[in-house]
């Protein structure tokens, strides 16, 4: 049986200064800091915060996609549930008002100007993402993303 060494790399700095991974992930991050171990590593990747900084999209989309259903959210409220599924931010934010329709009317409203934000401004990894990603690839690194949005927006599509 394979052995894997699985290190999870996720940072969760809302309105802070994102990581410089030429800084802060170095090889005492990675196990015995050897990258020619011979057994199978893998790497799992969160994507917000630690692969590319989407927090203004995000907050461009739920806003406009709150304000188009008649609700205001302050910046504050939405960094309080920034990186939790929709269902669970429309839920607080609705109360009483959330219904299974009306959630998914506005989550995928709100996914749609996600994306439209993507394609128009388009996003780039954080700084030193690119030559980690390339390095451990060169190395024989399984990598993955994890993420708690849609799968399709993986996909960029519709």
């Known amino acids: 049986m394979a052995e894997f060494h699985v290190i999870k790399v996720s940072f969760v700095r809302h309105s802070a200064p994102k990581p410089d991974f030429g800084e802060t992930l170095n090889e005492s991050y990675l196990p015995h800091g050897d990258l020619r171990m011979t057994a199978s590593r893998a790497v799992l990747w969160d994507m917000d915060g630690t692969l590319i900084d989407s927090e203004d999209f995000h907050w461009i989309s739920w806003r406009n996609a709150m304000t188009n259903e008649g609700v205001v959210i302050a910046h504050e409220q939405f960094l309080a549930l920034f990186g939790q599924r929709n269902d669970s931010i429309l839920s607080q ?18 996914e749609k100007l996600y994306r439209q934000l993507i394609r128009r401004d388009g996003i780039s990894p954080l700084p030193g993402v690119a030559d980690w990603v390339h390095r451990l690839h060169k190395e024989g690194w399984l990598q993955a993303v994890a993420s708690a949005c849609p799968t399709r927006q993986y996909r960029w599509g519709a």
């Open 93 to 110: 934010w609705l109360g009483n008002t959330a219904t299974p329709a009306r959630i998914e009317k506005i989550a995928n409203a709100k």
